[in-house]
């Protein structure tokens, strides 16, 4: 085969004590899962899940035991974190059922929803696209994958985030609104997912801002830590 233009070499994340890697498909991204942070941006109560996506190409790779550098993004003045844990879907499909929904995921990782909040505020009052505030370069940051045959207990472990060793987000995958399998059953009735699929699904309470400089150190209980560096 040949191009007329240069063709994109294929996005990869390491997967845990394996040299083959998890090539991205599409990022998806789950809008306020934790109560608590739905309210500190001003929502209450339960809502339908909603979504957003990210290119697939804004992964920033932070393998176990390195640091991964990150750019300060242009546009912005308030970059903010959001820990997260990510979905890596091995069997694509559509309307996908809860119950059947694990035997399509693949693995977990740790992720990091990097979002300009001051632009994502204003695309909010103008009833815009958060393209700009969610899907830049280096957006989002994700760690090794872990296969789920070694993780059984994802959905009851810790998560949290540190800027320069200071606790910021602390919390635990078990207070998501929308669970695991009920993700994946609403996600897969808007999209056909596909191998390769990610799905960041959603951040606790304590989303704040960064700065260059800046050391992001997370982590799910049972995955690798994700350590990132803001340059
Ligand atoms: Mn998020």
Redesign the pocket.
């Known amino acids: 085969m040949s191009y007329v233009v240069t063709a994109p070499s294929p996005v990869c994340v390491p997967v845990l004590g394996m040299s083959a890697t998890f090539a991205v498909h599409r990022i998806y ?5 934790y109560e608590d942070h739905a309210k500190e941006m001003g929502q209450t109560g339960r809502e339908a899940p909603f979504f957003f996506m990210k290119p697939a190409d804004a992964v920033l790779v932070a393998p176990a035991g390195q640091t991964a550098a990150m750019p300060y993004p242009t546009l912005t003045h308030n970059l903010h974190h ?1 820990i ?1 844990l990510v979905v890596a879907i091995g069997t694509g499909g559509s309307h996908i059922k809860a119950a059947d929904a694990h035997q399509h995921i693949y693995g977990y990782a740790v992720g990091l ?1 990097m ?1 300009r909040r001051d632009l994502q505020n204003d695309m909010k009052k103008m009833g815009r696209s958060w393209c700009i505030a ?1 899907g830049f370069d280096h957006s989002a940051p994700i760690g090794t994958i872990t296969p789920a045959a070694q993780v059984p207990q994802i959905e009851q472990a810790g998560i949290y985030l540190q800027v320069n060793g200071q606790d910021r987000q602390r919390s635990v995958v078990s207070k998501m609104i929308w669970n695991i399998a009920e993700t994946i059953e609403q996600l897969s009735a808007a999209w056909a997912l596909q191998p390769g699929d990610l799905i ?1 699904t ?2 606790p309470e304590g989303v704040g801002a960064v700065v260059r400089g800046d050391i992001l150190e997370g982590g799910v209980d049972g995955l690798a830590p994700i350590r990132v560096r803001v340059e």
């Not at 991204?29 to 899962?33: D, E, I, L, P, S």
Request: proline fraction near 0%.
């Open positions: 991204c789950v809008g306020r899962n959001e997260e929803d979002t969610k960041y959603g951040t």
